[in-house]
């Protein structure tokens, strides 16, 4: 299957997925609370962001190119040959998921969050040939607390939906 027909197959996917998500969200009621946000306005968000996305791979994939990449020319690896897997990389990756899933109930939301952060963009920097270091997993452990404790807030000050949290006052 090619790269084109492979993108729009993608793209027609995530539409569909975002109707999916929309049938759902329609089927939440619930009053709006004050601030004119109700349970059913996040759902609705993520459907329309997978909706304009699903829209736009299917866009890229009709323009000239590859599909993939239209300002880059094709590389020079034959179609035979599978891309080599990057173990390591997979590795960083996943164990930011895994701590993530065992340390939330015990770190709280946001530091399981920022660690989880830190250790996939290190995986994904190692991906691309990047070099990495403590100094720059301790960025992104900065910037993963920048991220997540917003949403943190967001989640059980705006919605009122309950996160484990660090400490019993709610605000970490």
Not at 24 to 53: K, R, T
Not at 148 to 168: I, N, R
Request: one cysteine or more; charged letters at 10%; aromatic letters at 6%.
């Amino acid at each position: 299957m090619s790269a084109r027909r492979s993108q729009t197959l993608i793209g027609g996917g995530t539409v569909l997925l975002a109707l999916l998500l929309a049938a759902g969200a329609s089927q939440i009621h619930g009053e709006a609370g004050y601030a004119g946000v109700g349970p059913a306005f996040l759902p609705w968000l993520v459907s329309a962001a997978l909706a304009v996305c699903g829209v736009l791979l299917m866009i890229a994939s009709l323009r000239p190119g590859d599909g993939v990449h239209p300002e880059r020319p094709p590389q020079d690896v034959p179609a035979s040959e599978p891309a080599a897997t990057d173990w390591s990389s997979m590795a960083w990756v996943s164990a930011g998921l895994l701590l993530n899933a065992a340390l939330i109930s015990r770190l709280g939301f946001v530091l399981s969050c920022a660690l989880l952060f830190a250790l996939a963009a290190r995986g994904f920097r190692r991906s691309m040939g990047q070099p990495g270091g403590l100094r720059l997993l301790g960025r992104d452990a900065l910037i993963g607390l920048a991220l997540s404790a917003p949403v943190y807030w967001l989640f059980t000050k705006g919605l009122g939906l309950t996160l484990p949290g660090l400490t019993k006052t709610g605000w970490l």
